[in-house]
């Protein structure tokens, strides 16, 4: 069972929260899933009646955000140079609250290397893995983990250069389209079960997890096709897992979100060994995709909040890291 039946969502009202720019498309490998992620998000905020007005740092500089008195960002963009704690930096600088977590947080979840020994020093499960800078370190950690492996680039998202491999000899071709996208790149310890993902809204204390959505894709091939682009990919929510295990999940993803240090909102990937029902972090989304294709919109609508009402609650919450305070006053020691 969920722990969000029923919430109450504050009332929040949207000519307060000002001037706002949606940032979406940006450089990364992730810009047209980005264009539609703004995209909706723009029009959802426009319905509601918020002043919301399109960005895309592709086209134009960030700092006229603040030669054009923005109150506040909606980061809509995904992966490097907007995911990656890069723009949080930029808004911290120019004391523009933005949504999602600030730098620090969001340049750890972005590195799935660091985020995974993060949680595997403070107890959390997550699959065993290498990292690997080369062909030959690839074909030693295939033989350390095993197979099926996943080899993935270290700092991408949306599957984006990602390959499983169940041979030695798909381990080169593996390992370079990888290495295409980053230069460091994950070898992971494949886990075969139930694939699920859940989201997280808020921060600290008072953050709170979403229900559970299982997953289950064409060949259980869950890739950027099957991920944006295909109708036959199956969203199961609620999840239909057995008792006290989307509980756990959900305790276990609130946990990693904390961890970090993510405030606002994230999205965490798990997956359930089928042997065992020991669920594993795989990664977590600082800024989650909100097409009509993506996980968050559809978990807090089984929550009971629907899409506008998100937008204007993650809107609400934009935060800076370290908020503006006032100049102190030059001292001279005499």
């Not at 993902?197 to 060949?219: D, K, M, N």
């Not at 065992?276 to 807090?300: C, D, F, K, Q, W």
């Not at 609508?301 to 890291?321: Q, V």
Request: hydrophobic letters at 45%.
């Amino acid at each position: 069972m969920s722990t969000m039946q029923q919430p109450e969502w504050p009332a929040i009202e949207p000519r307060a929260l000002g001037k706002v720019a949606v940032l979406m498309g940006g450089h990364s490998a992730e810009r047209e899933v980005s264009l539609m992620s703004g995209g909706g998000v723009l029009q959802a905020l426009r319905r509601a009646g918020v002043d919301a007005h399109p960005f895309d740092p592709a086209e134009r500089p960030l700092w006229v955000l603040a030669q054009e008195r923005f109150d506040r960002v909606f980061i809509a963009l995904h992966g490097r140079l907007g995911e990656d704690g890069t723009v949080q930096g930029a808004l911290e600088l120019m004391g523009i609250p933005y949504t999602g977590s600030g730098v620090l947080a969001s340049s750890l979840a972005m590195d799935k290397i660091m985020t995974k020994r993060i949680w595997r020093a403070e107890g959390l499960p997550t699959p065993d893995w290498r990292p690997v800078g080369s062909v030959e370190e690839t074909l030693a950690a295939f033989d350390a983990l095993g197979a099926p492996m996943i080899i993935k680039p270290a700092r991408e998202g949306s599957t984006i250069g990602l390959s499983k491999v169940t041979a030695r000899a798909q381990c080169a071709d593996a390992y370079r389209l990888a290495a295409q996208h980053d230069p460091e790149v994950l070898c992971e310890q494949f886990v075969a079960g139930d694939e699920v993902t859940c989201a997280v809204l808020g921060s600290g204390a008072q953050a709170r997890a979403l229900p559970v959505i299982r997953i289950v894709a064409p060949g259980g091939n869950y890739d950027y096709q099957n991920k944006y682009l295909s109708d036959e990919t199956r969203y199961i929510v609620p999840c239909d897992l057995p008792p006290g295990e989307e509980a756990a999940i959900q305790a276990l993803v609130l946990a990693a979100y904390r961890m970090l240090g993510c405030r606002g909102w994230a999205r965490a990937d798990v997956m359930i060994d089928a042997a065992t029902r020991r669920p594993y972090l795989l990664e977590i989304n600082t800024a989650p995709g909100m097409t009509g294709h993506s996980l968050v919109p559809m978990a807090a609508r089984a929550a009971g909040m629907d899409y506008e009402a998100l937008c204007l609650m993650l809107l609400a919450d934009a935060a800076l890291d370290q908020p503006p305070q006032a100049a102190a006053t030059p001292t001279r020691e005499s």
